[in-house]
């Protein structure tokens, strides 16, 4: 049995974060674990109201899933705060675990912001140097890197320097691209470029589409797929869950994680 470890925030309305992980590797046959940073009163509507865990409480939750049953691969989400991510980094040293996604969470769909801002010193610090591939959106590569991000050039020179910030492989996903007929995203090993396209979809229903989309890659990267593989299973698993959606809710709903599968079982029909 595979296992997969997912350390970020909970979300109560069950579309993004720990919850839509869970079900992320559940769906891609992976045993998912949690280390919870922070509790988020939430709905489609938006964020009400965070409440951090202390950096302990983390990491204990952190080494009794290490001491007893361990992970083949381990996701990184909403850290919230410089104490949380330093906590995190030095468990994952401590572990000498290697299979370890990003997913650089700074603000939620509707506005609310999930990492202060004197955090991301330590993100980029700390925590960057140890991961294996980082799937920041737009805006989080723009933040992350003080640049503008406008155009392919503009993506591929963003991929270059997320490598000197101790990174070996990353993913800008497209889906703040401005083009209204297609979203590109952009895969980087450090030697060569990929671009993964897909048509874009017209929802407001793609509240947790980036906490699924690194969940997917750790689950595949647990399953022992090689990095560009885990990417390119992800994206498909997105991609499905985004066009067969599910309307709940009176703001952003959630994406559909079981589409993927579903999909398959009916191929095979």
Not at 219 to 244: C, H, M, P, R, T
Request: net charge negative.
């Amino acid at each position: 049995m595979k296992k997969a470890l997912t350390i970020a925030g909970s979300d109560s309305g069950g579309g993004a974060g720990i919850q839509a992980d869970i079900k992320t590797f559940q769906e891609l046959g992976v045993y998912g674990m949690s280390a919870i940073t922070a509790i988020t009163a939430q709905n489609t509507l938006g964020v009400q109201a965070v409440y951090p865990m202390t950096e302990e409480t983390v990491a204990a939750q952190i080494q009794a899933i290490a001491e007893d049953i361990g992970a083949d691969a381990v996701k990184t989400g909403m850290l919230f705060n410089a104490t949380i991510i330093q906590a995190v980094s030095d468990e994952i040293r401590k572990n000498q675990w290697k299979n370890i996604v990003v997913d650089p969470v700074m603000i939620a769909k509707g506005g609310a912001s999930l990492l202060q801002k004197q955090a991301i010193h330590a993100l980029k610090e700390e925590l960057l140097p140890l991961s294996l591939i980082i799937t920041p959106n737009i805006p989080e590569a723009e933040v992350l890197l003080d640049m503008t991000i406008k155009t392919i050039g503009d993506k591929e020179t963003a991929a270059k320097k997320m490598l000197e910030l101790g990174v070996k492989n990353v993913v800008i996903k497209g889906g703040h691209d401005t083009d209204p007929h297609e979203t590109v995203d952009l895969f980087y090993d450090g030697k060569d470029f990929a671009f993964l396209k897909s048509k874009r979809i017209y929802t407001q229903n793609t509240h947790g589409t980036g906490c699924t989309f690194s969940a997917a890659i750790t689950a595949e990267l647990a399953n022992g797929k090689s990095v560009y593989e885990a990417v390119v299973i992800a994206k498909d698993f997105i991609q499905a869950a985004i066009e067969d959606n599910i309307p709940i809710g009176r703001g952003h709903g959630p994406t559909n994680h079981w589409a993927y599968g579903r999909r398959k079982t009916e191929k095979v029909k």
